[in-house]
């Protein structure tokens, strides 16, 4: 199992970003699928969230709170690969950006708390002028 996040750099404020996290040895379309991110000396934190495809009630995604409104998380099962769109970013969004993997059919009111199978590798951003 791998995942491998890609797209970081660095950006200025206001900026935007893509990131992409390439999957291989599991059926993507059976896990949800989420973004965290840790910054020096704070907490990881989970930042976007989007259900399995094959969740009953839809494509779900699901948001911090730091990020709704500018982050989009989306997945295309068919390229094994989930993205994360950053507009607006800012100092404050500077960390390492890990994708994560469970199988479960949706995010979870908790999303950002439960476990997850599967971590990949981080990419990291940077908000800098």
């Known amino acids: 199992v791998q995942l491998q996040a890609s797209g970081g750099g660095l950006v200025q404020p206001g900026g935007s970003l893509r990131l992409s996290c390439a999957t291989s040895g599991f059926t993507l379309g059976y896990y949800a699928m989420g973004w965290f991110r840790q910054a020096p000396g704070k907490e990881r934190e989970g930042v976007a969230c989007?259900?399995?495809?094959?969740?009953?009630?839809?494509?779900?995604?699901s948001y911090a709170d730091s990020a709704r409104g500018r982050f989009t998380v989306s997945r295309d099962d068919a390229e094994n690969t989930v993205y994360l769109e950053m507009n607006s970013l800012n100092p404050e969004d500077t960390a390492v950006y890990y994708c994560v993997a469970d199988r479960r059919p949706l995010c979870g009111d908790s999303w950002s708390n439960l476990p997850y199978d599967f971590w990949g590798r981080g990419t990291q951003v940077t908000v800098s002028s």
């Open positions: 989007i259900s399995s495809s094959i969740s009953r009630d839809g494509m779900i995604s």
